[in-house]
Nanobody, 113 residues
Framework: QVQLVESGGGLVQAGGSLRLSCAVSGIEISSNGMGWYRQAPGKQREWVATITSGGSRAYGDSVRGRFTISRDNAKNTVYLQMNSLKPEDTASYYC???????WGQGTQVTVSS
């Protein structure tokens, strides 16, 4: 059974940083594509970043240059380093496994101005 558990969210001031974690069980992330998504109240879920099984990375336009996706295969964990945070980054952040379509439960990020 594939499970994804996000953590690391919280309240931060604009310009600050947070690192989100997505602990994965049931699959090996080294052979899977993983993505981060976010959803703000009243808005559709938005793709944020992806890391492929081969290690290639891609980012949404709104976060490129500020966010970095990475993974630790030994810990089977995917990370999202978020720098230069803006109030518009406020959302619930979710990780997802491409191959199974399984989502985590999400972690809330709130950026105050």
């Amino acid at each position: 059974q594939v499970q994804l558990v996000e953590s690391g969210g919280g309240l931060v001031q604009a310009g600050g940083s947070l690192r989100l974690s997505c602990a994965v069980s049931g699959i090996e992330i080294s052979s899977n594509g993983m993505g981060w998504y976010r959803q703000a109240p009243g808005k559709q879920r938005e793709w944020v970043a992806t890391i492929t099984s081969g290690g290639s990375r891609a980012y949404g336009d709104s976060v490129r240059g500020r966010f970095t996706i990475s993974r630790d295969n030994a810990k089977n964990t995917v990370y999202l380093q978020m720098n230069s945070l803006k109030p518009e980054d406020t959302a619930s952040y979710y990780c997802r496994n491409w191959e199974t379509g399984v989502w985590g439960q999400g972690t809330q990020v709130t950026v105050s101005s």
